[in-house]
């Protein structure tokens, strides 16, 4: 049961985030929602290029 008690104590410390707040996080990202149906299964943010400095090998 220890096993059990540890990761009920791990998922105390999760945060589910919404879209609003990955669009804060991420903010030049296209934001694409993975469905089941009607409902929202995963959001994804989606980056079309790398900014300059990533292109430089930075």
Do not use: N, V, W, Y
């Amino acid at each position: 049961m220890a096993d059990f008690e540890t990761a009920l104590a791990r998922c105390d410390d999760i945060k589910i985030i919404d879209a609003g707040m990955m669009r804060q996080l991420f903010p030049d990202g296209r934001q694409e929602r993975e469905r089941f149906f009607l409902l929202t299964k995963s959001l994804m943010m989606i980056r079309d290029r790398l900014p300059d400095a990533d292109r430089q090998g930075r």
